[in-house]
């Protein structure tokens, strides 16, 4: 099969840019996290470079420079690319940026908030940055979730005491997804923008994708292993007074309530609803201050002196309070990257709810499509490059567990999961960099991907140009 492309994988990110802007150090850089996609079949990984309210963050291309510097420091096992998350909507930055990140950088996706106060965009700021998005053929990723619902359930579960890991769900129903998805693509409609939803997670959400496909609205949509292999009851799974490891399993959106929204959502993957199928590797150590809360910390007093000389004040009072397990201050975010192919081989390809031509769109033809790499990537062709993974030819069922796994997470939401297949070889532009179990590619390998524009919706979408009932005259 053509190597593996996971279009969503977090490197690098430090406590200020963290994934989530509220704390929590991404425990994986360019080495080892490039290395366990590599272990994983994946050949080619988009990460993302985000700016910040800072004034020092503001310049996009300065903030693309600094990511792309922690790359070249200590090099890739697969090749790589850079999204840009983008959480102003400051206009000369947008008019004066766009065209080079585009152009320079061939970086033609940015990811857009509707929650988190750190990242979130209001409607118009949203209108702003994706009506540039659109004139410089940028795609606009979003992250559909609707921070105003989530904060104010939030202060309601925990006025009730309900700040244990697993009550994050309850903070986050379907409906904080089916909003955000709907009002997000009313502002593409009205702006005639496609737009990519990553990390889809819920029913209500892939129905809304899919009416406005149905529509002709050019609307994709990115999903995970996660929503198909975790639940709710894996949140609670570890749920004890003084245990509160199921703050391993806390991602956004969360798991599905049960396995029959799992069913569900595997339609979506056959029927073509999700375009493409990445990790949202997302990875924060257990047992770290700048992870997820482990609860070790009261019997290790030493990591609080090594807390308070790293933190003053609030920022303190939160890490003390995240160790404690309320869910409000575990970051959000799983690992991965490793897992993804083996995951969707196994629950979907080998159990026939999938065709293996559909497993390649969702692992790697779309993705290269959609994100302005095909057919160089994602191809089998003469030109293409040299990117494959081959599965084990005879079936050996095992159970992972993160000893076998190659980031530097110290647990993986898979812990004893039954695996079918694994990859045998990963071969990056023809050479061999996983076989039978080793890696015998080198952290120079990786080379940076200067991407084009999105193959799958490319000129104005034909949907709707009656300027009465949407804005098709902007562009006129
Ligand atoms: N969004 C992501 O893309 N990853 C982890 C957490 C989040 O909210
Ligand atoms: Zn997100
Ligand atoms: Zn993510």
């Known amino acids: 099969m053509p190597g593996g492309i996971d279009a969503h994988v977090h ?10 802007g509220l704390g929590g150090e991404c425990a994986d850089n360019f080495e080892t996290g490039s290395r366990s996609a590599a272990a994983g079949g994946t050949t080619t990984i988009i990460t993302f470079a985000t700016q910040t309210r800072k004034e020092e963050d503001r310049s996009l291309l300065k903030v693309v420079e600094a990511y792309n510097s922690r790359a070249e420091e200590t090099g890739s096992y697969v090749d790589y690319g850079f999204h840009i998350i983008i959480v102003q909507n400051d206009a000369d930055i947008l008019e004066n940026e766009m065209p080079i990140l585009m152009n320079d950088w061939g970086i033609s996706s940015c990811k857009l908030f509707l929650t988190y106060k750190t990242q979130c965009l209001t409607d118009s700021q949203l209108l702003d940055v994706m009506f540039a998005a659109r004139k410089n053929a940028i795609t606009t990723m979003i992250h559909a979730e609707n921070g105003d619902m989530i904060e104010w359930l939030t202060d309601k579960l925990e006025q009730k005491g309900m700040v244990a890991p697993f009550y994050h769900a309850l903070s986050r129903p379907p409906i904080v997804e089916g909003e955000a998805t709907n009002r997000a693509i009313a502002l593409a ?26 529509m002709g609205l050019p609307i994709y949509a990115e999903t995970c292993p996660q929503y198909f292999h975790l639940t709710w009851d894996d949140l609670k799974r570890f749920h004890s007074p003084t245990c509160f490891e199921n703050s391993k399993m806390i991602c956004s959106p969360p ?21 493409i199928y990445s990790s949202d590797h997302c990875p924060f150590r257990y047992d770290h201050p700048h992870g997820k809360p482990s609860g070790v910390l009261e019997h290790e007093p030493s990591m609080e002196g090594e807390l308070e000389h790293q933190h003053e004040g609030k920022e303190l009072q ?65 030109g293409s490059d040299a990117d494959l993974w081959y599965p084990e030819e005879t079936f050996r069922p095992f159970h992972l567990t993160n000893s076998m796994l190659h980031h530097n997470v110290d647990y993986t939401p898979y812990e004893g999961t039954e695996f079918s297949n694994w990859p045998r070889y990963t071969i990056l532009r023809g050479k061999i960099i996983w076989a039978n179990g080793e890696i015998v590619g080198k952290v120079q390998d990786g080379k940076y991907v200067k991407r084009g524009p999105s193959l799958l919706s490319q000129g104005l979408p034909r949907a709707d140009r009656d300027p009465r009932r949407v804005a098709s005259w902007l562009y006129e």
């Open 11 to 20: 490197l690098c990110q430090d406590l200020e840019t963290g994934p989530l």
């Open 255 to 275: 798991p599905p309530l049960s396995v029959s929204d799992h069913e569900d959502l595997f339609v979506g993957l056959a029927n073509g609803t999700f375009t």
């Open 189 to 214: 409609q009205l702006i005639q923008s496609p737009i990519l939803f990553v990390h889809v997670g819920s029913v209500l959400g892939a129905a809304n994708v899919r009416r406005a496909q149905t």
């Open 318 to 382: 939160d890490l003390l309070r995240r160790k404690q397990g309320a869910f409000r201050f575990i970051p959000n975010g799983i690992p991965g990257v490793e897992t993804r192919l083996p995951l969707l081989y196994t629950g979907a390809l080998a159990k026939g709810r999938i065709s293996p031509q559909r497993f390649v769109e969702l692992t790697s033809t779309n993705p290269a499509k959609l994100y302005g790499m095909y057919p160089r990537k994602g191809a089998l062709m003469p």
